[in-house]
């Protein structure tokens, strides 16, 4: 069983579209990180959420992107204006424990057409 | 900053034969976890072993063990009795201690298991 479920499992858009990923978490963490993975590549950190906020970002996590937890259970990736560049696997992942380990849910794939 | 090396693009094993995948870390920093993830198919990342750096005994996990060596900064995962299961790319993933914060990954290792 995934840590933490994601939606959709696949979303195709057109480029310049907005896109809302959606994590869910199976029972209440604080601490939420998304990645992306470009088919073939590494897997690269986004950005880390703890406790509603933002915690840390990498350079890719530009004013493209953006987070949130509207209904303090669902998280989400927001990509305005999508380009091609932004297919890729997106993956939530969990914090746990005093070592904070990371539990990833099932992703999501995103095609830019 | 820190960096993750996996040598290794691909690999091969036989069923039931062990293999070793390697993987090298470069930090200045002394308190760390260091992870082995499995990336089959499906795409989904699961969590395989993890190593605090503060500990010399090496960490293991039923079939699957690993080789750390802190003053060389190596990370290898040996697996043991390998299944067709095993298949898939293995990501080593590095975190500082000092935060809560990102994993750094390298490019993976693709395993193969013959049958």
């Known amino acids: 069983e995934p840590e933490v479920t994601q939606t959709p499992s696949h979303q195709v858009t057109q480029m310049g579209q907005e896109v809302i990923l959606r994590c869910v978490p199976i029972?209440?963490?604080?601490?939420f990180y998304w990645y992306r993975q470009i088919l073939g590549q590494k897997v690269e950190f986004l950005v880390s959420?703890?406790?509603?906020?933002?915690?840390?970002k990498s350079e890719i996590f530009d004013d493209q992107f953006s987070v949130e937890r509207p209904d303090g259970s669902n998280f989400t990736l927001k990509i305005r204006s999508t380009k091609l560049e932004d297919s890729a696997m997106y993956f939530c992942?969990?914090?746990?424990?005093?070592?904070?380990?990371?539990?990833f849910g099932p992703g999501t794939r995103l095609t830019v057409l | 900053a820190q960096t993750v090396t996996q040598s290794q693009p691909e690999m091969s094993v036989q069923e039931a034969e062990t293999v070793t995948l390697s993987c090298t870390y470069d930090?200045?920093?002394?308190?760390?976890?260091l992870f082995w993830y499995k990336q089959p198919p499906s795409r989904q990342m699961i969590l395989v072993i993890r190593?605090?750096?503060?500990?010399?005994q090496n960490a293991t996990e039923n079939r699957f063990s690993v080789n750390f060596q802190k003053a060389a900064k190596s990370f290898s995962l040996k697996i043991s009795d390998s299944q067709l299961g095993d298949a898939a790319m293995y990501f080593c993933?590095?975190?500082?201690?000092?935060?809560?914060?990102?994993?750094?990954f390298g490019k993976g290792t693709k395993l193969s298991v013959k049958p």
């Open positions: 992942a969990r914090g746990q424990g005093a070592r904070n380990e990371q539990f």
């Open positions: 029972s209440n963490h604080l601490y």
């Open positions: 959420f703890y406790n509603n906020e933002i915690s840390e």
């Open positions: 930090t200045s920093e002394s308190d760390y976890y």
């Open positions: 190593q605090e750096a503060y500990k010399q």
């Open positions: 993933a590095y975190r500082s201690a000092l935060s809560q914060g990102n994993l750094i």
